[in-house]
């Protein structure tokens, strides 16, 4: 299983970025994928998550009204979108999976086996 993610870079406070995440070798056809982000020294924060099968999404207070999660099920590939980007954004954003749907309520990294290895997100005041 790979899990890989890309998108990350230093950016200016307002500017956007967007993230990607494939999944390879999943032992699944129904999966749920996530979006974590981690800062120095706090435990790892969900952000949104997204079923494979049925675009389903869900987000907590830091990701919801300016980050956006899709999937491409062709490339097997998950998106986060982020606008207004803030320097309190700034950590490790890091992508996982399990098997499937999503929870409806919550993100919790104890619910995924599959993790990348994470991308950096800079945002500079």
């Known amino acids: 299983v790979q899990i890989v993610e890309s998108g990350g870079g230093l950016v200016q406070a307002g500017e956007s970025l967007r993230l990607s995440c494939t999944a390879s070798g999943l032992p699944f056809d129904d999966y749920c994928m996530a979006w974590f982000r981690q800062v120095p020294g706090k435990g790892r924060e969900g952000v949104s998550s997204i079923t494979s099968t049925d675009g389903t999404t869900y987000y907590t207070g830091s990701g919801k009204g300016r980050f956006s999660i899709s999937f491409d099920n062709r490339k097997n590939t998950a998106y986060l979108q982020m606008h207004n980007l803030q320097p309190e954004d700034t950590a490790i954003y890091f992508c996982?999976?399990?098997?499937?749907?999503?929870?409806?309520?919550?993100?919790?990294?104890?619910?995924?086996?599959?993790w990348g290895q994470g991308t950096q997100v800079t945002v500079s005041s």
């Open positions: 996982a999976a399990d098997w499937g749907p999503c929870p409806d309520s919550s993100i919790d990294e104890y619910e995924y086996d599959y």
